[in-house]
């Protein structure tokens, strides 16, 4: 299984990024989905997460700015992230719960991230 996460890069105070997530290989089941940041000598932090039925949450930072969306036929998971902040600046990793079979156990699995810088 990986997951692919692509759309960081630069952008001014106030402007939007959308990061999309695509998982791929032997996949029976995603399950809960989410983004993560790890900003410059911090550690990862939860952004917002969503559920296999669309139930999204967000942590408070972010929340009413950034929206997480998914399509579970794609495999793919999104935060469109608005009214950006240098604060937002960092590392966003996408993570996915995902069965491998029927049997299998369901296991974090995570992207190697994209980054993400606010600055004017």
């Known amino acids: 299984v990986q997951l692919q996460a692509s759309g960081g890069g630069t952008v001014q105070p106030g402007g939007s990024l959308r990061l999309s997530c695509a998982a791929s290989g032997t996949i029976f089941r995603i399950n809960g989905m989410g983004w993560y940041r790890q900003a410059p000598g911090k550690q990862r932090e939860l952004v917002a997460g969503?559920?296999?039925?669309?139930?999204?949450n967000y942590e408070a930072p972010v929340k009413g700015r950034f929206t997480i969306s998914r399509d579970n036929a794609k495999q793919m998971v999104y935060l469109e992230m608005n009214s950006l902040k240098p604060e937002d600046t960092g590392v966003y990793y996408c993570?996915?719960?995902?069965?491998?079979?029927?049997?299998?156990?369901?296991?974090?699995?995570w992207g190697h991230g994209t980054l993400v810088t606010v600055s004017s």
């Open positions: 969503i559920t296999s039925s669309g139930v999204a």
């Open positions: 993570s996915a719960r995902i069965k491998t079979g029927p049997s299998a156990g369901n296991y974090d699995y």
